[in-house]
């Protein structure tokens, strides 16, 4: 397993269970089918920037603090950048293509991965375009026009 597998795992068993040392974490990476020794789990821990919390009962255990770009924007912020920044909304089966200004497609797929709308599978932005992939089940033209009107278009 490579390594950023490896610690996307990792990251994933801290907010499942309450790990207490790296001896334990290694035992649950384990029951993954994940080799790793406690010196590799040291380091994975050191570079996931994982520290030690005490919990109710004053237990401490291992946490990833959330970084910036993961805490979830409210839907205003989300509001905010589209109509300052959508210029044009298209869409095709379940994906949708926002047109922005020059240099500004990241801007508004970084508040849309943010916003964290359950129905947004994920983006990908370009310079002045982006494409947002809508759930199958939602599809582009009900997401297109949800996102048009975010957008005041």
Known sequence: MAKTQRQHKIAQLLEKHAVTSQAQLVELLAGDKVVATQATVSRDLEELGAVKVRVPGGETVYAIPELPTQQVAPEDHLRRVMGDWVV???????????????????????????????????????????????????GGAKMAKKLSGLAGL
């Open 88 to 138: 044009e909304v298209a869409h095709s089966l379940n994906l949708v293509i926002l047109r922005t200004p020059p240099g500004s497609a990241h801007v508004v797929a970084s508040a849309i991965d943010r916003a964290g709308l359950p129905d947004i599978v994920g983006t990908v932005a370009g310079d002045d375009t982006l494409m947002v992939v809508a759930a199958e089940r939602v």
